[in-house]
């Protein structure tokens, strides 16, 4: 749950940083008749990202066995891929709200009212589509559902977003989207480790060590898993949120670090 929240929560709060900053930017060149089109944008923006959802959905639905394996493998692997890109993608803007206002200016000369719909369009619906992809991930990794997590994480979002816009409540963004990259990162790692472990299943990868360690303590006479076991209480949030698993492949292990080592070489290297 807590995964699927921080994914929900942080996208919608870049939606809505993207929607509150073209607003305020057209306010603030008296282009107050635009917001028109920023609203249309957002209804639109949603509208397809729903439409996104359901398709995604229904097709996903329809595989079962080696194929199903196949497909959640390869939707965590993207879903890594598609984090990976939006993480290195903040780190690189030294201001985002710079570059959102030379978008508008721009789209006002070149396209004026289609313009600006466009920019709040793409921008809910590249959220939307990437929040579905990777809520689909954190279930195939963690067996959970995602839905009230999700719901949570939308609804604190839009209540700190409207908090800010208000000037009711003020955060720095470069510490937050560092905290939020750092715990989206370790999520990111998970998925490569439990979309190589499902790819692993389905016999497109190779098993050289089934268990290179295996921590998980033993399942109680009566089922139940202890608190510390991958299925348990504390265990299963570790998993969901960082990818956690008690007796991994020697595949999953690589990949998990090497993710993570090549994350942090290149971050550094965008820092300089």
Do not use: C
């Not at 249309?40 to 080696?66: C, K, Q, T």
């Not at 993207?78 to 984090?83: F, K, R, T």
């Not at 000037?167 to 190589?196: P, R």
């Not at 492949?249 to 550094?268: G, N, Q």
């Amino acid at each position: 749950m807590l995964a699927s929240l921080l994914i929900t929560f942080r996208e919608t709060l870049e939606a809505a940083l993207v929607v509150g900053i073209v607003l305020g930017y057209l306010s603030k060149i008296n282009k107050k008749e635009m917001f028109k089109n920023v609203y249309y944008a957002v209804g639109a923006g949603i509208f397809a990202s729903i439409l996104g959802a359901v398709i995604f959905n229904v097709l996903s639905g329809g595989f079962e066995g080696r194929a199903e394996e196949i497909f959640e493998g390869i939707t965590m692997l993207a879903g890594a891929a598609l984090l990976t890109t939006m993480i290195m993608w903040i780190i690189g803007k030294s201001d985002i709200a710079v570059k959102i206002t030379k978008d508008v200016d721009n789209s006002l000369v070149k396209k004026g009212a289609i313009g600006i719909f466009m920019i709040v369009f793409m921008a809910i619906l590249r959220e939307g589509i990437e929040t579905v992809i990777f809520l689909n991930a954190s279930v195939y990794a963690s067996g959970e559902s995602s839905l009230i997590g999700a719901i949570i994480g939308i609804l604190i979002a839009i209540a700190l977003s409207f908090l800010l816009f208000k000037g009711l409540m003020k955060i720095s963004l470069k510490k937050f989207f560092l905290v939020t990259n750092i715990l989206l990162i370790l999520f990111a790692a998970g998925l490569v480790a439990h979309g190589l472990h499902e790819l692993q299943e389905a016999k497109l990868f190779p098993v050289v060590i089934e268990h290179i360690w295996d921590v998980n303590p033993e399942v109680v006479v009566d089922g139940s898993y202890p608190a510390l076991h991958e299925k348990g209480a504390v265990g299963s949030i570790f998993k969901g949120l960082f990818g956690y698993n008690g007796n991994p492949t020697l595949l999953e292990t690589i990949a998990y670090w090497l993710y993570l080592i090549s994350i942090i070489f290149i971050w550094k290297k965008k820092k300089k």
